[in-house]
Nanobody, 127 residues
Framework: VRFVESGGGSVQPGGSLRLSCVAS????????????IGWFRQTPGKEREGVLC????????YYAESVKGRFTMTRDNAKNTVFLQMNSLKPDDAAIYSC?????????????????WGQGTQVTVSS
């Protein structure tokens, strides 16, 4: 499964953005709901971090502490699309955001080693 992200842009602190992640290569007869998917972000000089990851099969969601209460993830399986709604954005949220299949537990989220990264979408938060 591969992903293409979009929806990034430049917003002021306190603003909102909704990122989209369209999946391709979901096998016929399968569903995006079979996959744990995560949103990750990276800024220059820092390691990529898992922001919000969800496994429908495990019914488990991981939130980075810094985004709890502000970010939510939803899916439209009919369109093979995952969304990241980001509210009350802060300058520290500025990064390149990517999605990928993920390994999720209550305390962590990392990219599935057999998955691949999309090209990412840039989010800038500044006044």
């Amino acid at each position: 499964v591969r992903f293409v992200e979009s929806g990034g842009g430049s917003v002021q602190p306190g603003g909102s953005l909704r990122l989209s992640c369209v999946a391709s290569g979901v096998p016929s007869g399968s569903s995006l709901d079979y996959y744990a998917i995560g949103w990750f972000r990276q800024t220059p000089g820092k390691e990529r971090e898992g922001v919000l990851c969800h496994s429908p099969i495990l019914d488990m969601t991981y939130y980075a502490e810094s985004v709890k209460g502000r970010f939510t993830m939803t899916r439209d399986n009919a369109k093979n699309t995952v969304f990241l709604q980001m509210n009350s954005l802060k300058p520290d949220d500025a990064a390149i955001y990517s999605c990928a299949t993920a390994l999720v537990d209550e305390h962590s989220c990392r990219k599935n080693p057999y998955g691949s990264w999309g090209q990412g979408t840039q989010v800038t938060v500044s006044s």
